[in-house]
């Protein structure tokens, strides 16, 4: 420990600040110097081939007996052990296949395609259109990355992981004889080197090492050697894998060779620090993207096109929603704009609140720490509060509010005749991300959630998560979102008695098979204190977000002392302990701001709509019927606007439409005498030229049909 303690010093920079990416336009960044290549690779070089070598004559010499490969559909082939590689399996299938082959799993664990099975195996083949393949494929075009980082920066790598959204990244840091940070005049060198590498076909060879060689090959790079003393344990190993001149610290798997890599593009560059601790080194972090055909590339960057026109911070700007200050980083400030699509959000929850027999509550935004100590939260998140002193006492505001709503289901007796009981809780919440996280709505440190906790008896459990799933089902249908389903079971490390697990995993099976929407089984994966249903929404560009949850909770309830009275006639077990379920159907509001403004691209749907009408007199004479037309709309409960600058009549109505008003209500003389208003749907391209007239009382009707039914497009009824 004192020797990670000095390292650690090592990393620690007395300016902590970290470098800021050059952001230089083209061509105005000082041209890359002339970098030799590094000694280091030859010193690592030298050390994998003796080692390597070893490695392969042991393998050499295992005994060859036949083995017995069962493949997903049951059917079998034979092998030899430690020859017959996955590989060999999937050309024997068919050609087609073994091209399109990424990884492989072997009895569950991911295993090279070309390392030779070991024993009898159960074996599934992977490609690019798993999960689990793009990882591998974006982690091994990562290596690819750090190859051409080393050749061009003569740089020392440090963390270089696959990215689970899409990508890779990889985090260096640049020698200062090279003069500069990285900035876009790099991107085609790397891209020029990589291309290199993934012509050549690089095979990816995996090398086990003891702690002792590790050091030994990595003394050169201090950030390796701090993550070998960190994660490898003294007397054991791990494995490093070569690609061309490039060896790293890696557990792998990998695709066979570099030439799997078809499309291959560095993306950004950003600052960052080693392992993301701003008490360590400043870095440099690099982007890329990879794919097994071209067309995927050019359909990527399209993708990423679209989504940058649609980006919540680009329109929450253009639309005076919200913004952001320095003075207070990751708290949104929401202008009055933004403001009415957060609380129509809000109210929307509280009228299914309302109706599906919720109370709401309101709780503290401050607690002694005590509190998270009992809740167990203390120990594992308490560098993700903000805590202060109050009268010698340490305090820390709340970044969640269950164990609030426990104190207040423990504040007096409860009968089993009261359960469910069902809190509901829109407090304010605070979560100290840190300042490199923060991304616009999406990551903040102040935001509120349509949390709620049930507290329930094991048998109401199903019917709760029945109603749960409902609520979901309908909050997201009315955003028109997809979804898909996770149950997430037991895990190996878990709180309570397994016959209690086993029962309420079966309610949630029966509760989702009832729901009928279809699911799927992630086992193993449920929190330590109870299994949980993980819902995924996938918006208009197709991206997934997680926002609701549903989880059920023993740990609290026996942490916080809860308990019920049955009525049983026996006294000694006349009390019981609630199950909690935590749900969320929003999520963080914030969040689902960011979620929803991208997924409608800024053109809301008329009740969500901060910007309904927008009123347009023809001449300045009209302008005092325009107002009384405001005032009506106004009194009707809609947001509307009068246009009365100089702008021409085309101009106005350009710039509501621009604007994303939802209605154009053009009004003239002829409108003004018939008490009516011209009117011009944002969803109706044939009402662009010219609306409909119509009278001010049916208009409003009309808009009241639109709003309270939720509709998504913005049409009239004819």
């Given at each position: ?26 061509g ?7 970098i ?56 024997g ?17 991911l ?40 050749l061009?920066?003569?740089?020392h ?13 990889y985090d260096i ?40 060689d ?110 952001f ?8 400030f ?80 409860r ?107 992630n ?25 609701a ?42 969040r ?11 053109k ?18 009209i ?96």
């Amino acid at each position: 420990m004192a020797e990670l303690a000095e390292q650690a010093a090592k990393l620690a920079l007395n300016d902590k600040a970290p470098a800021k990416a050059s952001k230089a336009k083209k061509g105005s960044a000082a041209p890359a110097p002339q970098i030799e290549r590094p000694e280091f690779i030859e010193h690592r070089n030298r050390i994998f081939d003796e080692l390597y070598q070893i490695q392969q004559d042991k393998v050499a010499k295992m005994p060859r007996e036949p083995i017995v490969i069962t493949l997903p559909d049951g059917s079998t082939r034979e092998g030899m052990s430690w020859e017959t590689t996955p590989m060999d399996i999937a050309n024997g299938i068919s050609k087609s296949l073994a091209k399109r082959l990424v990884i492989a799993k072997v009895n569950d664990v991911l295993w090279d395609t070309l390392r030779p099975l070991e024993g009898n195996t159960k074996l599934e083949l992977l490609d690019f259109e798993t999960e689990e393949g793009k990882i591998v494929y974006w982690h091994s075009s990562a290596h690819v990355l750090g190859e051409a980082c080393e050749l061009h920066f003569g740089c020392h790598l440090c963390n270089g992981p696959p990215i689970k959204d899409g990508g890779f990244y990889y985090d260096i840091a640049v020698p200062e004889e090279f003069g500069r940070g990285v900035s876009q005049t790099d991107y085609a060198p790397l891209e020029q080197l990589a291309t290199k590498a993934i012509k050549e076909k690089q095979p990816f060879q995996r090398l086990e090492l003891t702690k002792e060689d590790l050091l030994r090959m990595f003394e050169y790079n201090k950030y390796k050697v701090y993550l070998i003393n960190d994660k490898v344990p003294d007397g054991t190993s791990t494995t490093v894998y070569r690609c061309g001149p490039l060896i790293d610290l890696c557990r792998g798997p990998h695709v066979p060779n570099t030439g799997n890599i078809t499309a291959f593009a560095v993306m950004k560059n950003s600052a960052s620090y080693f392992l993301g601790n701003p008490e360590f080194d400043s870095l440099q972090r690099i982007y890329g993207i990879s794919f097994p055909d071209k067309k995927m590339m050019a359909a990527h960057k399209q993708f990423l096109e679209e989504a940058a026109k649609r980006d919540h911070r680009k329109i929450g700007r253009e639309q005076e929603l919200f913004f952001f200050h320095e003075l207070s980083p990751g708290s949104a400030f929401f202008l009055p704009h933004g403001t009415r699509i957060y609380n129509t959000l809000m109210s929307f929850i509280r009228e299914q609140y309302w109706q599906r027999g919720f109370e709401e509550v309101v709780s503290p935004n401050m607690f002694n720490v005590n509190l998270w100590k009992q809740s167990g939260h203390w120990d594992n998140y308490k560098d993700d509060m903000f805590d202060l002193e109050v009268e010698k006492e340490k305090f820390a505001l709340k970044p969640m509010n269950c164990p609030g709503h426990c104190l207040m289901f423990g504040m007096r007796d409860r009968s089993y005749r009261e359960l469910p009981i069902r809190f509901a809780d829109f407090g304010v919440l605070h979560r100290n991300e840190a300042s490199g996280a923060l991304t616009g709505l999406t990551r903040v440190r102040r935001f509120q959630q349509d949390d709620a906790h049930i507290f329930c008896m094991q048998s109401q459990v199903k019917d709760e998560m029945r109603g749960a799933l409902d609520f979901m089902s309908m909050v997201y249908g009315t955003f028109g979102f997809t979804f898909a389903l996770k149950l997430s079971t037991r895990p190996d490390k878990f709180l309570g008695e397994i016959a209690v697990w086993d029962q309420a995993e079966q309610q949630l099976r029966e509760s989702l098979d009832e729901f009928g929407a279809g699911w799927e089984l992630n086992p193993g994966d449920g929190a330590f204190y109870g299994p949980k249903v993980d819902i995924t929404i996938r918006d208009a560009l197709g991206r997934e977000f997680q926002c609701a949850t549903i989880q059920l909770d023993f740990q609290l309830p026996e942490r916080f002392h809860l308990q019920f009275r049955t009525g049983s006639a026996d006294e000694a077990s006349d009390f019981q302990r609630p199950v909690i379920i935590h749900r969320a159907v929003l999520g963080s509001v914030e969040r689902m701001i960011a979620i929803l403004t991208e997924n409608f691209a800024g053109k809301w749907p008329l009740w969500l709509s901060p910007r309904q009408v927008m009123v347009v007199p023809v001449t300045g004479v009209i302008y005092e019927y325009a107002e009384k037309v405001k005032q009506q709309l106004h009194e009707a409960g809609y947001f509307v606007d009068v246009d009365v600058s100089a702008d021409t009549l085309n101009k106005k109505i350009r710039n509501a439409e621009i604007a994303q008003y939802n209605f154009i209500c053009v009004v003239g003389a002829q409108e003004m005498e018939e008490g009516s208003v011209n009117v011009r749907c944002r969803d109706d391209v044939g009402t662009k030229a010219k609306g409909q007239t119509v009278p001010v009382p049916a208009f409003v009707q009309q808009l009241d049909a639109l709003k309270n039914g939720k509709s998504l497009e913005s049409k009239l009824a004819q």
